[in-house]
Every structure is written in C-alpha cells, then in structure tokens.
Nanobody
Framework: QVQLVESGGGLVQPGGSLRLSCAAS????????MAWYRQAPGKQRELVAT???????DYADSVKGRFTISRDNAKNTVTLQMNSLKPDDTAVYYC???????????????WGQGTQVTVSS
C-alpha cells in the first residue's frame, strides 16, 4: 500500500508564507511526476504545480512567481513553498504522485488526504 501524507497547512495573513510537504510511504518501485492540486469551497480541484522526476517544474498562472515546487527523490517527498499568499489561495491542498509499485507494473495515481490553507486577516 502506498500513502501520501501532507503537512504544513494552516492559517496565515495575506502576504505571508507557508510551506507544504508531502511524503510517500509504503512499498513501491519508483515515483514519477508529483504535483500539488487545490480545491476551494464550491470550486473544482485545480492543478497548482507539477514537477518531473528530474526536477522540471510547471505552475498555474495564478501562482507563478509566488509558489515553488521541489522534490527530494531520495526521501520520496515533494514540497510547495508558498509566498505572497492571497485570500484567493485559500483551499484544501492535495499532494499527487504517479507511483509504480513494481518495475513491470504501470504507474498508478495516488492522492494525499489534503491539508487546509487559509489566507485571512
């Protein structure tokens, strides 16, 4: 079984910073692309940032220049550094990973349980 466990959410004032982390645990062969998504109340889940196995990152236009995604392949973790936070960034943030359980098996998508980020004064 593979689990993704997020941490680092909370309440922050506009203009502040938060750092989200996600760690993959369990038995698996490798992890492919990893990402962060978010879902605000009444809205669809949206992609925030992705990162490939070799560290190539891509971002939603709404967070470019403010958020930075990174990963540590040795520790099976992905991190989202969020700066200059705005009230519109308020959402539940979900970690995402494509995991290959065995070398011969296809990649399967796993999700974390979500962590709440609230930006408010």
């Amino acid at each position: 079984q593979v689990q993704l466990v997020e941490s680092g959410g909370g309440l922050v004032q506009p203009g502040g910073s938060l750092r989200l982390s996600c760690a993959a645990s369990g038995t698996f062969n490798s992890i492919g692309a990893m990402a962060w998504y978010r879902q605000a109340p009444g809205k669809q889940r949206e992609l925030v940032a992705t990162i490939t196995t070799v560290g190539i990152a891509d971002y939603a236009d709404s967070v470019k220049g403010r958020f930075t995604i990174s990963r540590d392949n040795a520790k099976n973790t992905v991190t989202l550094q969020m700066n200059s936070l705005k009230p519109d960034d308020t959402a539940v943030y979900y970690c995402y990973a494509n995991v290959r359980r065995l070398s011969s098996s296809p990649q399967v998508t796993y999700w974390g349980q979500g962590t709440q980020v609230t930006v408010s004064s």
